[in-house]
């Protein structure tokens, strides 16, 4: 089956500088990465996805990028807020049976230092 | 248009008792997915649900575990004489079609006791 594997699992920054956290995955058949932010005693929320056909996508201050070659993607956070404090994690899937079996990583813990 | 709705939002039980965990998914989505999600680990995927059918248990133990998604009704996480392991947030999310975005609702916690 799939392994998402991501780094790092903390990460300390101060409000203004970017934040990048990247991640790895097994199969060569994923066709979709989503990112999810996770605030403490909340559900994980999509903030930014990007699919298999698609090197780099941009939403405001988020970015990701993909190299399928590598089998790695990343998130990039800009002009980091106190707000972006979470934690976030990517996921990888791909249809299988007809739907997509999604599987996440272990969660990066994100604290932006005012 | 409210989302992913769970309830309860905190449940403790005795080792030993049943728990019921209930999602009602966004309006228009027919798609469910379970995950269990452990302290400071990510999400594990447990099982998809589609109106009243099961598409894939393989995320989900063998024993003492069991969902539905009836035609009416929220889709219900059923765990049985519970024990301390099972201590977690249990998540659903919900989609529109299988090939789509995954939205999640804002979990349930279960603590045994």
């Known amino acids: 089956g799939e392994n998402v594997e991501q780094h790092p699992s903390t990460l300390s920054v101060q409000e203004g500088d970017s934040a990048v956290i990247k991640c790895t995955y097994s199969d060569s058949a994923s066709n979709y990465f989503p990112w999810y932010k996770q605030e403490l005693g909340k559900g994980p929320q999509l903030i930014i996805d990007?699919?298999?056909?698609?090197g780099e996508k941009k939403d405001q201050r988020i970015a990701v990028t993909l190299n399928k070659t590598a089998k790695h993607f990343s998130l990039h956070i800009t002009e980091t807020q106190p707000e972006d404090s979470a934690v976030y994690f990517c996921?990888?899937?791909?249809?299988?049976?007809?739907?997509?079996?999604?599987?996440f990583g272990t969660g990066t813990k994100l604290q932006v230092i005012p | 248009n409210a989302g992913v709705m769970q309830n309860p939002r905190h449940l403790v039980r005795r080792r030993g008792q049943e728990a019921r965990l209930r999602c009602s998914p966004m309006?228009?989505?027919?798609?469910v997915y379970w995950y269990r999600q452990l302290p400071e680990e990510g999400l594990k995927f447990m099982v998809y649900l589609q109106k009243e059918n099961i598409i894939d248990e393989s995320g989900m133990p063998k024993e003492r575990f069991s969902a539905e998604f009836p035609k009416e009704g929220p889709s219900i996480l059923r765990i049985q004489q519970v024990v301390r392991g099972d201590s977690a947030a249990y998540f659903c999310?919900?989609?529109?079609?299988?090939?789509?975005?995954?939205?999640f609702g804002p979990g349930t916690r279960l603590t045994v006791t």
């Open positions: 309006k228009g989505h027919s798609h």
């Open positions: 990007i699919r298999s056909n698609v």
């Open positions: 999310a919900s989609s529109p079609s299988s090939n789509y975005e995954q939205y």
């Open positions: 996921a990888a899937s791909r249809g299988s049976g007809g739907y997509q079996k999604v599987t």
